[in-house]
């Protein structure tokens, strides 16, 4: 179930909406209400699983967590 950026084109409102199925219809702006929002591009999340080094690696932590 993803969690998706709008804008509102009436207020310019910013907010996320977690949509069930993609044939959910856009939600309404949580501050006026209005229905002409649009999807905004959201910024990815990466996760390393190490430290980087400075010339494109990544090298192990010095410690991990136990568990």
């Excluded at 969690?3 to 409102?13: F, G, L, S, V």
């Excluded at 501050?31 to 400075?54: F, H, W, Y």
Aim: net charge neutral.
């Amino acid at each position: 179930m993803p969690i998706y950026e709008y804008r509102c084109k009436a207020c310019c409102h910013c907010f996320e909406a977690l949509l069930l199925s993609a044939g959910d219809p856009s939600p309404q702006c949580p501050e006026c209400r209005c229905a002409d929002v649009e999807k905004l591009m959201s910024a990815a999340c990466i996760r390393s699983q190490g430290i980087p080094t400075g010339s494109g690696g990544f090298k192990e932590p010095p410690c991990r967590p136990s568990g």
